[in-house]
């Protein structure tokens, strides 16, 4: 394949194309990011949480031993059960076991009333594994201890044991190792994972779980701020409990701690168009009587993230620990909605309110579901009515749509709204999928002037706990397992470049199906001068490049990092070599395989 590529006409793209899209699916907070190893600590599980008949669904969840749910004088009106243990002993086996590593130390805290009480790590075999004695008073206190456990574990349990009466609330059990060593921090594990994708952005808190499942369900930032006893869970819409620990605050603070730009998406007065709780559905939005408070809800965001540390919610962010703003550029309006009168409506009222309060913010907006058969010539329609800065598309199809759509955004209007392209994936965890995403995102960037950002999705599945597959990271309790398409996104995260250098193809095989299946993508990163190329080969042959740079004097230096391995397995993995630029510009592409160059420029 004769390749030239020319510094003739180059064109600007997004300096922040690639991101995550988080969303509390698959386990992907309580039990997955959000560091806390105790699960139900606040006895808050209830049967409405999960859909069906599970019994075990209730405040008991996770926790064995003799003890009971009691209401009265509660720690928090929002946190209203704690548990009553008369002599005897209580204990939580974490999210299917809690992991612990030999000699690193613990947070373990806890509200409790009544009597001295001992807390244990316990093997699963029965040893302990470090304790500590407590004492408690006859008001609630919150008494802390650090615990060592002397052995590393996967299948530990905590006991809390009494010879009088305790009460006992948010019994919590953190790492001190979290990400940035941030106290109700994250798991380092899951999120330094995260961070070596080097996300531009990370849109939150989802998905369908912005929305919820029916009005009373839609996710409300407020819910999840302040202190944690004072947050009010809810029940997910992908059929279990959210804690709410891991909240806005977390959120921004995470975005903050990776260098990416802040992207909450809040529902549009309206819940998810297939809600089934309270039999909803879309038609049915929030009360317009109620819509001035839900708007309001949505302009405190931003005050909350922006606002002086005087503000009224900025002064909550400052209580938090943050007094300096936390930057926020973007704010989400909707996802994926139908589009309704009755969304519309609601839409219209709360895009137009953030925009003459806060003109600076850039609003994404939602142009709806994409099926194949049906377009978003609604959304459309109607972002270009509004004339939204930013619309967000989101589809998930199999790897041949992708490979046949790579000029998707070919002849999208430049003139109108820019795209997040917030949800896509191609049906598997197959090296084939990842190929058929890298050679997408060929047509990602090359499109980089009208596509400003995209997100793979979803980011994290818990083991035992997935709702959705494929996803891009996997894990357990004490196990990272990114996927093939992880290094894909990877790749690109960390090779990005903000001007698409114009370039053309030459192959002696004319075919169409031949011709689609070789992607290229040459960018520059003016930060660095670096010229990056990528290429991908989803072809059963190898294709010998020659690039032409005459254009370019080159430094000799150059980083070549290839991933290849057969199409139906899972193990191909970027490997990165030094070769001169002479050698990396011609270098053989073996049969399906993923190639990034990066030289310098002299
Ligand atoms: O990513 C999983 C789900 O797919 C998201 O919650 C929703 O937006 C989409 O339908």
Known sequence: AQISITTKDPKKISNMLTGVFFEDINYAADGGLYGELIQNRGFEY??????????????????????????????????????????????NTGFGGIPLKANEKYDFSVFAKGAGFVVKLKSASGETLAEA??????????????????????????????????????????????????????????????????????????GCVAHGDGIHNIYKWKNTIGPLESRIPSRNIWNYHQSMGLGYF????????????????????????????????????????????????????????????????????????????????????????????????????????????????????TVGPFNEGSDYDEGWALADDMKLPIVDEHYYQSPGWFINNQSFYDGYDRSKSKVYLGEYASWGNKFYNALAEALYLTGIERNGDVVAMASYAPLLAREKHTQWNPDLIYFNGNEVKPTVNYFVQQLYGQNPG?????????????????????????????????????????????????????????????????????????????????????EAFSKELPPYSFAVIRVKIS
Request: aromatic content about 8%.
């Open 250 to 365: 977390e959120y921004f603070q995470f975005c903050e701690d990776l260098g990416a730009e802040p992207v909450p998406v809040l529902a549009a007065g309206v819940p998810c168009q297939n809600s089934s709780d309270g039999g909803a559905g879309q038609q049915f939005g929030i009360p317009m009587k109620d819509m001035d408070e839900y708007v309001q809800d949505v302009l405190d965001l931003i005050e909350y993230a922006n606002g002086s540390a005087t503000s009224v919610w900025g002064k909550k962010r400052a209580e938090a620990g943050h007094p300096k703003p936390f930057n926020l550029k973007y704010v989400g309006i909707g996802n994926e909605d139908l589009i309704s009168d009755v969304f519309e409506e609601r839409y219209r009222m709360i895009v137009k309110a953030v925009q003459q309060k806060y003109p600076e913010i850039i609003v994404i907006g």
């Open 46 to 91: 209830t049967l409405h949480d999960k859909k069906g008949s599970d019994e075990k669904w209730n405040a008991k969840m996770a926790w064995n031993g003799d003890f009971k749910i009691a209401k009265e004088n509660p720690i928090h009106v929002n946190n209203p059960n704690y548990a009553v243990v008369t002599k005897g002993t209580i204990s």
């Open 133 to 206: 004695s407590l004492k408690s008073g006859s008001s609630w206190k919150k008494i802390n201890a650090v615990l060592k456990p002397s052995k590393t574990v996967t299948d530990a349990n905590l006991e809390i044991s009494t010879t009088g009466e305790i009460a006992v609330d948010m019994i919590s059990l953190f790492p001190q190792k979290t990400f940035k060593n941030r106290k109700n921090g994250l798991r380092a594990d899951l999120a330094e994972t995260i961070a070596a994708m080097h996300p531009k952005f990370v849109r939150f808190p989802g």
């Open 498 to 582: 903000d001007i698409y250098l114009q370039n053309t193809i030459k192959l002696s095989d004319t075919n169409n199906d031949v011709s689609k299946r070789i992607g290229i993508s040459a960018v520059q990163d003016s930060a660095t001068g670096d010229l990056i190329v990528k290429l991908v080969n989803l072809l059963p042959a190898s294709v010998t490049p020659s690039i032409d740079l005459t254009n370019f004097s080159t430094a000799e230096n150059t980083t070549y990092t290839l991933m290849t391995g057969k199409p139906d397995k899972t193990a191909a993995r970027p490997v990165t070599q030094k070769l001169t630029a002479k």
